[in-house]
């Protein structure tokens, strides 16, 4: 995509309205594509590196796949994963799930990667945050409409 590109998708992506489309239409079309593709594509991806997370629901107990933007790590260990909900008031449902089973996996590359979770705080946190930001700067506008502290998670390869 090109530098224009990429700076009108973050202009629109920080907007109210992208709030109320986006988490209806994305993750299905990347789940659509993530299957067809058998593991190897996310359209999202084509934007920010991206994955699918599978995580044990909170309430219920059974599989819950969620396609992710994602910040790798520099180590190629792990990644962190941004609880932004686009920017809408509540945590995402993924979040209560890693915080109630941190066992998890992902789906990246056509590859499944057995990965455990842990909520950042503190230094570590600013450090992510600002890490999060450097990838895709319209977090900032998801945080500045939400009274809730954003959840950010490191995952590692178990």
């Known amino acids: 995509m090109t530098a224009l590109g990429v700076r009108l998708v973050r202009r629109v992506s920080a ?3 992208f ?3 986006a988490p209806h239409v994305i993750p299905a079309l990347d789940r659509a594509v993530h299957r067809l593709t058998r593991g190897k594509v996310l359209l999202s991806a084509q934007m920010l590196p991206g994955l699918v997370l599978t995580s044990t629901g ?3 107990g059974l599989p819950r796949h969620t396609p992710l933007a994602c910040v790798p790590q520099e180590d190629g260990r792990g990644w962190l994963l941004v609880g932004s909900n686009f920017g809408r008031s509540g945590h995402p449902a993924w979040t209560h799930n890693l915080l109630a089973h941190p066992e998890a996996s992902v789906s990246l590359g056509g590859e499944d990667i057995a990965v455990t ?10 450090a992510a945050w600002a890490a999060a930001l450097a ?3 319209p977090y900032a506008a998801y ?3 939400v009274e809730r502290e954003i959840r950010l998670f490191r995952i590692v390869r178990r």
Not at 117 to 123: F, H, K, M, V
Request: hydrophobic fraction near 45%; charge should be positive; aromatic fraction near 4%.
């Open 15 to 17: 907007t109210r309205g």
């Open 19 to 21: 709030a109320k489309v």
């Open 58 to 60: 909170a309430r219920s």
């Open 117 to 126: 979770a842990r909520l950042l705080a503190g230094e570590e946190r600013v």
């Open 135 to 137: 990838l895709w700067p």
């Open 143 to 145: 945080q500045a409409r």
